[in-house]
């Protein structure tokens, strides 16, 4: 039978990357003292509240079919939140709810691309944008962000690569895998940019509340007008990847044309699940903040057992819940100092060649678990990373 184009757009070269971790499970699995840092999911429960407002609603009966574009009470509270660091009044309409940030990059890429209109983005980059950006036939400019320069964004270059098929823009900030964040300054020259250009500028902040050293991008004091679109989810700073609740911030007719790529092919969120997601804005400030101070705490020890033990780290992440260890220095490529340091050491991390040129010889090593394994893993990876060096 012969399938769509679109399957072999969509079918991605970065599944590959995850074969470590699925070897690193099923080690653990068999009884292997396994210290898995290679997945992004948190591992805190969803706070208590927030599930029993999703029981209160399933009890409840909220089983029936819900607004395409999301609830109206729980789109309410989300633009009261995005308003709170916002220079302009965002409104109920201007949110259109999606199954998680995954989703809502994807109906994104739907609603604002053509085939053969070019996207700017900047790796490393997020494992999926490929797919999402190619599978409606869009190309994609890849930039590199500069691991020698604290991942700074190549500024000039942007400039130099925008061209008259040039649509969008993506940025990532807090990014994953770096957990390094967009300066004002690069903030400003993009948005300067996208007016001269006429472009898109799609923004992915997922890790926007997991932030530690630098504030995240401070949408009040730009600029902004319809043509930058955020993405949001509950995901990393609620710990409730499962649920899939995320959420777009546009203009009302853009909002529109995703509610109605929505109606055909999400049909809204249940209802219960979205009942949850009230009660995490409810209390928005509590939960976030005590989630940064755990992912902080595991940053700083994760950091302080690195060097004590004598790992070269030249970049400390500013957010988000991982960090990305140059390993060149010891001879192996980050495929092989990741092989050996599961199957020698058993910590498994990502090899970070997965998210472009420029984290080729880095590794990804995950805060999703608790402070002591991060301490015990990154003695293990000191002591491997001793060895290598003697
Ligand atoms: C940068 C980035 N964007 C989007 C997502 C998807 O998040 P969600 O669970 O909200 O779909 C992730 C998940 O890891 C991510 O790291």
């Not at 061209?163 to 940025?171: E, W």
Request: charge should be negative.
């Amino acid at each position: 039978m012969k399938y769509s184009k679109l399957t072999e757009r969509i079918a991605s070269e970065g599944a590959a990357a995850w074969d470590i971790h699925y070897r690193a499970l099923e080690k653990a699995a068999a009884g292997e003292n396994v210290i898995v840092l290679s997945v992004g999911d948190p591992d805190l429960d969803t706070p208590a509240p927030i599930r029993d407002a999703a029981i209160t609603g399933l009890s409840a009966g909220q089983t029936h079919y819900t607004d395409c574009q999301g609830e109206a009470d729980l789109r309410s509270v989300i633009a009261a939140w995005e308003t709170s660091r916002r220079a302009n009044n965002v409104s109920a309409q201007q949110i259109v709810v999606q199954a998680g940030a995954q989703c809502g990059l994807y109906s994104l890429a739907q609603c604002l691309l053509e085939a053969d209109d070019e996207v700017i983005v900047f790796e490393p980059m997020y494992i999926t944008y490929e797919a999402v950006f190619t599978s409606v036939g869009a190309k994609l400019t890849k930039l590199n962000l500069d691991p020698e320069n604290d991942w700074a964004l190549p500024v000039e270059q942007l400039q130099r690569s925008i061209n008259s098929r040039t649509r969008a823009i993506v940025l990532n900030t807090p990014n994953n895998p770096t957990g390094a964040m967009l300066n004002a300054t690069e903030w400003q020259a993009v948005l300067e940019l996208a007016h001269r250009h006429d472009l898109w500028v799609i923004v992915d902040e997922v890790y926007s509340e997991l932030t530690y050293d630098q504030a995240h991008l401070d949408l009040a004091d730009s600029l902004v007008d319809e043509r930058v679109v955020t993405i949001n989810s509950l995901s990393k700073s609620h710990a409730m990847t499962g649920w899939r609740v995320g959420w777009i911030t546009a203009s009302e007719s853009l909002a529109a044309h995703l509610t109605n790529l929505a109606l055909c092919m999400l049909y809204g969120l249940p209802k219960f699940v979205q009942s949850a997601a009230i009660e995490a804005f409810v209390n928005h400030p509590n939960y976030v903040s005590e989630a940064r101070s755990i992912y902080l705490r595991r940053r700083n020890a994760a950091v302080s057992v690195l060097r004590d033990n004598g790992v070269p780290l030249s970049f400390v992440p500013s957010a988000g819940m991982f960090l990305m260890l140059d390993v060149r220095g010891t001879g192996l490529s980050a495929t092989e100092f990741a092989e050996q340091l599961l199957d020698r050491y058993g910590v498994s991390v990502l090899v970070g060649d997965a998210f472009g040129e420029p984290a080729r010889g880095h590794i990804r090593i995950s805060f999703c678990l608790n402070e002591a394994r991060i301490r015990e893993a990154m003695s293990r990876i000191a002591q491997f990373w001793n060895e290598l060096s003697l």
